[in-house]
């Protein structure tokens, strides 16, 4: 698996779920801070992502015709089937997919953040061990806490 790390402009973008369970909810906090409008779509929907702001709940089961329109969508119900026919839908409309429960299915992998103003930096592992990014986010953040990493990380601009 090769994942190349590029930065995309979001400004215009909803990012679709597939799925609100306790996975989504985790992805969709740390996208918060990049992402605006969200839209999710499953029969039951995690009702900390019902409370957010500039989230669109759909509660109903899947369909193919929720994809339209979407350029980012996760796959991320609790059923390996369905995320693979996500997926291949989604593939179909030329969709980059992300499913949750399988890195070799995925367009794209959600890297490790550390975010300060206007800097990130984003750690993957090509999908192969998400706790090696974890850890070297971590050592990216203390070096930042002990000043390491020098005056530009200091802005104040994106949504955090
Ligand atoms: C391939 C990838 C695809 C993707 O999700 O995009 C993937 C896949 C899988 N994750 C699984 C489990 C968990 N993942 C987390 C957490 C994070 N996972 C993230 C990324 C990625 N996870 C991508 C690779 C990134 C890379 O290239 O290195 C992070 C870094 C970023 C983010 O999620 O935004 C984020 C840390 C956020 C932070 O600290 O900031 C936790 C801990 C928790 O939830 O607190 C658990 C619970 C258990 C555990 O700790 O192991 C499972 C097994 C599911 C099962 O067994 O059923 C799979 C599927 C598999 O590997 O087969
Ligand atoms: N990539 C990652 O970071 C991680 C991935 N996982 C994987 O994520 C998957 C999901 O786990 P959780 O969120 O904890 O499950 P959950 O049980 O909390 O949520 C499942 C969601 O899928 C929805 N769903 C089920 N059938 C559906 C349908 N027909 N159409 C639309 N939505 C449907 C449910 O309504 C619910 O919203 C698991 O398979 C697990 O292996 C788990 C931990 C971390």
């Known amino acids: 698996m090769n994942f190349l790390p590029i930065s995309v402009n979001v400004d215009d973008e909803q990012i ?10 985790a992805k969709i906090k740390l996208l918060m801070r990049y ?3 969200f839209k999710v779509v499953a029969p039951h929907v995690h ?8 989230v669109e709940v759909v ?25 693979r026919r996500v997926r291949d839908d989604a593939k179909a409309l030329r969709c980059l997919v992300n499913v949750v ?12 953040i550390f ?18 990014s974890v850890r070297w986010r971590n050592a990216i953040r203390r070096m930042h806490e002990q000043g ?8 104040e601009e994106g949504r955090e």
């Open 47 to 54: 009702e900390q992502i019902r409370a957010m702001e500039g």
């Open 101 to 112: 429960d399988c890195p070799e299915f995925c367009d794209f992998v959600s890297p490790a």
């Open 35 to 37: 992402v605006s409008r």
């Open 148 to 155: 390491l990493l020098g005056e530009e990380a200091s802005g």
């Open 115 to 132: 975010k300060h103003g206007h800097m990130s930096v984003a750690v993957s592992s090509n999908g192969r061990d998400l706790h090696a």
């Open 59 to 83: 509660e109903k089961q899947y369909h193919p015709s929720d994809l339209n329109g979407h350029l980012i969508v996760y796959a991320a119900t609790d059923d390996r089937l369905l995320n």
């Open 16 to 25: 679709l779920f597939i799925g609100g369970g306790k996975v989504a909810l």
